[in-house]
């Protein structure tokens, strides 16, 4: 949900997901087999065809794909076949993202579920898991706003068991894709805070939110994998990116336990005006940064 004049990290995919890729368990040409001697050679179960990573890595080349020899090796990994290999290569020379063609994105350490229509986590927002789990106090409610695929909620479940994790978003694509990531009955449906438990109100130990925040005025110069393959509503941030960010600091407050923290996804340019809005919501607002991943979110803290 990143401004266009951003620098973009999903142009890399195969980078996060290489190590999920290399932990995964061997296939069949990993595994000993033993054949008994009175066994009849024409029963044999033949070798696996090993693809052939060069073709591969040509095609894709050829195809204009810039990470070619990365994600032609994630293929081949995934593929149950040769004709399973066949099919995802075709989807990616004819402009599916690698993710969407693999069906899920590495995050956080995390295979997460991905789905046609649905923002698709970028590496940047680790920061904004990072800073949750560091900041949430033992056992506190976190909501996951504006959750596309839920990978923050799942990540920050991931490393925090103690938290009651839930996550929200207003597209039912999201929702669908986020209940295959989050425990379903956590996620929920609906605009903000809208869909929530009212249980939760005034219970809520950390909000994090990577709302849409590229100007109206941007969104064609995104990538393309992300103008024409994600919907506009995790994109389109308003005229000047703002106005889901705005609504956010102007309703969190009062569903923040006191000294509890609203954490959002922002870009460098745009952080003093994000912290601001925070600011003017009655929270002490702060900037932090992790250059090395590009990454910049507001954190506004409740008193209390």
Known sequence: MQPASAPSDRGT?????????????????????????SEPAAIRPAPAATPNRAAITSRLRAAGCVYAEDEAALLAADARDPADLERMLAARIAGTPIELVLGWAEFHGLR??????????RRRTGLLVDTAVTLAAPGAVVVDLCCGTGAIGAAI??????L???ASDVDPDAVRCARRNIHPDHVVEG????????????????VVANAPYVPTGEIALMPREARDWEHAVALDGGDDGLAVQRRVAAQSREWLAPGA????????????LSAALLAAAGLRAAVASAPDIDATAVIGRRAG
């Open 191 to 206: 605009d903000l805070f809208d869909a929530l438990p009212k249980e939760l109100r005034g219970r809520i130990g950390a």
């Open 157 to 162: 479940a991931a490393r925090r068991p103690d």
């Open 164 to 166: 009651e994790v839930w």
């Open 13 to 37: 995919p195969a980078e996060p997901v290489r190590a999920a890729r290399d932990s995964a368990a061997p296939g069949p040409a990993g595994v000993a087999q033993t054949t008994l001697a």
């Open 261 to 272: 923290v609203v954490i959002v996804e922002t870009s460098e340019r745009q952080a003093p």
């Open 112 to 121: 997460i579920a991905v789905e046609a229509g649905v923002f698709v986590p």
